[in-house]
């Protein structure tokens, strides 16, 4: 799994990282980072949390084949 980040609608709330701080890493200005970043097997389903957790749905996860 892959996480893909619309850092055009990211707004820097944090939620994302808040819900999620094993799998979601911040910029220095709150921003989510975390575009392009793969996901361990055992983080998937907290990854998923912190995606739910964004309230502009800016986090988009990617299922990789294999
Ligand atoms: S919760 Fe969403 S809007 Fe907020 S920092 Fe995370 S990705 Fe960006």
């Known amino acids: 799994m892959k996480i893909a980040v619309d850092r055009?609608?990211?707004a820097g709330h944090a939620l994302c990282a808040l819900r999620a701080p094993r799998?979601?890493?911040?910029?220095?200005?709150?921003?989510c980072a975390s575009d392009g970043q793969a996901v361990p097997p055992e983080l998937?389903?907290?990854a998923a949390q912190g995606a739910a957790?964004?309230?502009e749905r800016a986090i988009t996860l990617i299922e990789e084949p294999g």
Do not use: A, R
Request: with cysteine; glycine share 6%.
């Open 44 to 46: 998937e389903e907290e």
């Open 8 to 10: 055009s609608v990211c």
């Open 23 to 31: 799998v979601y890493v911040l910029d220095e200005d709150g921003y």
């Open 53 to 55: 957790n964004c309230p």
